[in-house]
């Protein structure tokens, strides 16, 4: 059975087939990290314990080496040699942590998984130049549900392109509202959300809130705003810990 289970902000443990990917590692104990700067939330991170689940996995998915999804524990944390599945900008680093980078510059496979890079765009105008660069990533795996993890993007013209090209069952939706004290938000909004329902059928599961001092909007704030527009039953909002069967 494909599942899902969100351990905190964008770190899961997702199975599909015969693969257990673990996505993002963020291992520190809370107030571990500084602040990310600029933000009017100025508090340590992360800002919960991570939960006490296994940690089990065929291979490591990081979409980018942001602190926030790839933090000093998990850096020092893993065996020499762990697979590590990566955008091309990233495979350098994650080799000198002693990870065996694998680079997807297009598609690749593991095992019975086949994982395809797509676009994302972490932001608008400048800052989100300044943020590059990030991608998202579709999974699939033979009699499972294909599964988009669209990462640390802002819902533009590329990612309903994917949506229409690839046609996912799933979409991950790294929500939060993640912002700085000047301009717009660097990852989806409440309002983001409710857009990808617009633009896709498939079951949206929302990550990344609640653990980190910039990611400004609340499970409970999207939850307020998915009601309000009458999609809640298509959205999927996880507490830390919890298993999504897919």
Do not use: K
């Not at 998984?113 to 797509?118: A, E, S």
Request: glycine share 6%.
């Amino acid at each position: 059975m494909a599942t899902l289970q969100l351990l905190r902000h964008a770190t899961l443990r997702l199975t599909l087939g015969d693969t257990t990917l673990l996505v993002d590692p963020m291992l520190s104990e809370p107030g571990e990290m500084p602040p990310i700067p600029n933000s009017p939330n100025d508090r340590r991170n992360p800002l919960v314990p991570l939960p006490d689940v296994p940690l089990d996995h065929d291979a490591l998915l990081v979409t980018h080496c942001h602190r926030d999804h790839f933090d000093q524990v998990a850096r020092d944390g893993f065996a020499e040699g762990t697979t590590a599945l990566c955008q091309p900008n990233d495979a350098e680093f994650l080799a000198s942590t002693g990870a065996d980078s694998q680079p997807v510059d297009d598609t690749a496979t593991l095992g019975d998984l086949t994982v395809t890079r797509t676009p994302a765009r972490h932001g608008y105008g400048d800052l989100a130049e300044q943020m590059a660069p990030v991608s998202g990533f579709v999974l699939e795996a033979p009699d499972e549900p294909t599964v988009y993890h669209a990462g640390d993007t802002v819902p533009y013209e590329a990612v309903r392109e994917t949506l229409d090209e690839h046609e996912p069952d799933v979409v991950v939706a790294n929500a939060g509202a993640a912002q700085f004290t000047e301009g717009r938000p660097i990852t989806m909004t409440p309002e983001d959300v409710v857009t990808l329902t617009e633009w896709t059928d498939a079951t949206i599961v929302a990550d990344h809130m609640d653990s980190i001092n910039h990611c400004l909007a609340t499970r409970e704030d999207l939850q307020a705003t998915l009601d309000e527009a009458g999609v809640e039953e298509q959205v999927v909002v996880p507490d830390d810990g919890e298993t999504v069967d897919l």
